[in-house]
């Protein structure tokens, strides 16, 4: 997409660590695009995304002021896959227009620019990318950090089957960054990506 310099995407299964990774690079990168951060922009309190999912769902997806029940609204898509294409089909395309736009911004500056998208390949972003990460660990391991942040077992396994198959992602990457071990393991394995980024 970049004639200069690369637009990187970072993506990778539930709970495999990306989060953490698009952290650590946002510090070494000034351009960096959070589709996550993007789709919550647009479903804000009295945008149209909002009412719209209002329209769909109900009013159940509403907090008590008014703003989206996030866990209300996965509770409804991860158990239903109808409605969990539904709510793709509503704010895919808005998510994808808006880390377009970011990202035809920033190739004016001609830096490098770096976007993390849960679900990059899922929502067909891969061409918007130079080079995609994924990052990725074990299915066990994956449970274990999704259970940590309050969610039971049968729920992170309800995630982990709504995304395509994390083999699959690893197959479709350009590299791909293992986060089994600690903390400090990933850190340094990221600082070592920057690099490899930089030189690109």
């Known amino acids: 997409?970049?004639?200069?310099?690369?637009?990187?995407g970072i993506t990778g299964g539930l709970a495999t660590g990306k989060s953490t990774v698009a952290e650590i690079l946002k510090k070494e990168f000034e351009y960096y695009i959070s589709?996550?951060?993007?789709?919550?922009?647009?479903?804000?309190?009295?945008k149209p995304?909002?009412?719209?999912?209002?329209?769909?769902?109900?009013?159940?997806?509403?907090?008590?002021?008014?703003?989206?029940?996030?866990?209300?609204?996965?509770g409804i898509i991860f158990n239903n896959y109808k409605k969990r294409k539904l709510l793709e089909k509503i704010l895919h395309p808005l998510v994808i227009a808006e880390i377009k736009r970011y990202i035809t911004q920033f190739k004016i500056k001609n830096r490098i620019i770096i976007f993390e998208a849960p679900l990059l390949f899922e929502a067909r972003m891969e061409k918007m990318a130079d080079i995609i990460v994924v990052v990725a660990s074990s299915k066990?391991?994956?449970?274990?950090?999704?259970?940590?942040?309050?969610h039971s077992r049968?729920?992170?396994?309800?995630r982990i089957k709504a995304q395509l198959p994390l083999k699959e992602k690893?197959?479709?990457?350009?590299?791909v960054l293992y986060n089994n071990g600690s903390l400090k393991e990933l850190k340094k394995n990221v600082k070592s990506l920057a690099k490899i980024i930089k030189e690109l």
């Open 154 to 158: 049968k729920d992170s396994l309800l």
């Open 1 to 8: 997409m970049n004639a200069n310099k690369p637009v990187i």
């Open 140 to 150: 066990k391991k994956q449970v274990q950090r999704f259970i940590k942040t309050g």
């Open 170 to 175: 690893i197959k479709k990457a350009d590299i």
């Open 35 to 46: 589709a996550d951060e993007v789709a919550g922009n647009i479903v804000k309190k009295g």
């Open 49 to 74: 995304a909002l009412k719209k999912l209002v329209k769909v769902f109900g009013r159940t997806v509403l907090a008590k002021g008014g703003s989206l029940d996030r866990k209300q609204l996965a």
